[in-house]
C-alpha cells in the first residue's frame, strides 16, 4: 500500500470515529426520542441500563421498601382529629369547590377516607416540600362489576394544581402529569405501566413509596419501581390525595425529608 492510500485509510478512520462521537450523545436517552427542551420529561423509565443514578441520592434499586428497612427520620403526616393544616383544592382549580366534604377520618381503623361522591378534587397538605420519600398505603372499596378505579396521590404540586404530577391508584399504576418545560405549562405527560402489573387485587391494601429527589420523581408499588420522570423546573411543591370518584381509604402516610 502506498503512503498515500494508508494516508487516506487513516483520513477515513478519523472522519468515521468522529461521526460516533457526534452522534452518540443522542443515542443515550433510554429509548425515548429527542425532545426540543433541554430536557428529557420521560427522562427514565423501567428500560433503562441498571445503576443510572437517581439524581443526588445514588442509583435507584429495583426492589425496596423504604420505611421498613429505615424506620428513622419518618414524620407521621397522618391527621388526629381533624384536617387543620389540611386544604380541599377543586379539580380543574377554577371549577366550583363542592360545599359538602367527601374526607372524613377514621380513628379507630387510623384512616383517611374519601367517599368520592362530592367531586373532583384534591386534599392538598398545606406545606411545600423539596427531596423527600413519601410512604402511602390505599385500598378501594371493592363494588359488585365495579371497573375504572380512580385515585391519586401528588406530589410536587403548585398552590392551586395547575401543575401537578401524580401517582395513578387504580386498576394500573403510573405516574404522569402536567409540568413546567421552559417556563410554560406542558401537555400532560405519561410514563408506561410496568410490563407486569406490581398492584394487589381493588379491595386490598396496596403500599406506594414516591421519591422526589432533584429533578427527578419515582414510584415503588408493593416494593417493586414501577415508574420513574424528571421535572427539572418544578424542584419544590405539595403533596395530597385525589378523590375522583371512587369510595378510597389511605393509610400509614409517612414523609421523610432528603438532603
Same mark, same amino acid.
Given at each position: 500500500?502506498?503512503?498515500?492510500?494508508?494516508?487516506?485509510?487513516?483520513?477515513?478512520?478519523?472522519?468515521?470515529?468522529?461521526?460516533?462521537?457526534?452522534? #452518540?450523545?443522542?443515542?443515550?436517552?433510554?429509548?425515548?426520542?429527542?425532545?426540543?427542551?433541554?430536557?428529557?420529561? *420521560?427522562?427514565? &423509565?423501567?428500560?433503562?441500563?441498571?445503576?443510572?443514578?437517581?439524581?443526588?441520592?445514588?442509583?435507584?434499586?429495583?426492589?425496596?421498601?423504604?420505611?421498613?428497612?429505615?424506620?428513622?427520620? +419518618?414524620?407521621?403526616?397522618?391527621? $388526629?382529629?381533624?384536617? @387543620?393544616? #389540611?386544604?380541599?383544592?377543586?379539580?380543574?382549580?377554577?371549577?366550583?369547590?363542592?360545599?359538602?366534604?367527601? +374526607?372524613?377520618?377514621?380513628? =379507630?381503623?387510623?384512616?383517611?377516607?374519601?367517599?368520592?361522591?362530592?367531586?373532583? %378534587?384534591?386534599?392538598?397538605?398545606?406545606? =411545600? /416540600? &423539596?427531596?423527600? *420519600?413519601?410512604?402511602? %398505603? #390505599? $385500598?378501594?372499596?371493592?363494588?359488585?362489576?365495579?371497573?375504572?378505579?380512580?385515585?391519586?396521590?401528588?406530589?410536587?404540586?403548585? *398552590?392551586?394544581? $395547575?401543575?401537578?404530577?401524580?401517582?395513578?391508584?387504580? %386498576? @394500573? &399504576? /403510573? *405516574?404522569?402529569?402536567?409540568?413546567?418545560?421552559?417556563?410554560?405549562?406542558?401537555?400532560?405527560?405519561? &410514563?408506561?405501566?410496568?410490563?407486569?402489573?406490581?398492584?394487589?387485587?381493588?379491595?386490598? #391494601?396496596?403500599?406506594?413509596?414516591?421519591?422526589?429527589?432533584?429533578?427527578?420523581?419515582?414510584?415503588?408499588?408493593?416494593?417493586?419501581?414501577?415508574? =420513574?420522570?424528571?421535572?427539572? %423546573?418544578?424542584?419544590?411543591?405539595? +403533596?395530597?390525595? =385525589?378523590?375522583?370518584? /371512587?369510595?378510597?381509604?389511605?393509610?400509614?402516610?409517612?414523609?421523610?425529608?432528603?438532603?
Amino acid at each position: 500500500m502506498t503512503t498515500w492510500n494508508r494516508l487516506f485509510t487513516v483520513a477515513l478512520i478519523l472522519l468515521a470515529a468522529l461521526a460516533i462521537l457526534a452522534i #452518540w450523545p443522542a443515542t443515550r436517552n433510554y429509548g425515548h426520542a429527542g425532545a426540543a427542551a433541554p430536557y428529557n420529561a *420521560l427522562l427514565l &423509565t423501567l428500560d433503562r441500563p441498571a445503576g443510572v443514578p437517581m439524581g443526588v441520592g445514588g442509583p435507584a434499586p429495583q426492589t425496596t421498601d423504604f420505611l421498613a428497612s429505615d424506620p428513622s427520620g +419518618w414524620t407521621n403526616m397522618m391527621p $388526629r382529629n381533624s384536617f @387543620k393544616g #389540611w386544604s380541599r383544592v377543586p379539580i380543574p382549580p377554577d371549577k366550583p369547590l363542592d360545599p359538602v366534604s367527601q +374526607w372524613s377520618i377514621d380513628k =379507630e381503623h387510623r384512616t383517611i377516607v374519601c367517599e368520592g361522591n362530592h367531586g373532583h %378534587e384534591w386534599l392538598r397538605y398545606d406545606h =411545600e /416540600y &423539596t427531596n423527600f *420519600l413519601l410512604h402511602v %398505603e #390505599w $385500598r378501594f372499596r371493592k363494588l359488585d362489576g365495579g371497573k375504572g378505579y380512580n385515585s391519586g396521590v401528588f406530589v410536587r404540586n403548585d *398552590l392551586t394544581g $395547575r401543575v401537578w404530577h401524580q401517582a395513578q391508584v387504580g %386498576e @394500573k &399504576t /403510573y *405516574l404522569f402529569g402536567q409540568t413546567l418545560m421552559q417556563g410554560k405549562l406542558s401537555q400532560i405527560i405519561n &410514563t408506561p405501566s410496568p410490563a407486569v402489573n406490581p398492584l394487589h387485587p381493588i379491595g386490598e #391494601w396496596n403500599t406506594y413509596e414516591i421519591r422526589c429527589d432533584g429533578p427527578k420523581i419515582t414510584l415503588w408499588v408493593n416494593g417493586s419501581m414501577a415508574s =420513574e420522570f424528571a421535572v427539572p %423546573e418544578v424542584p419544590k411543591g405539595y +403533596w395530597g390525595l =385525589e378523590a375522583e370518584g /371512587y369510595h378510597i381509604e389511605f393509610r400509614n402516610i409517612q414523609l421523610k425529608n432528603l438532603p
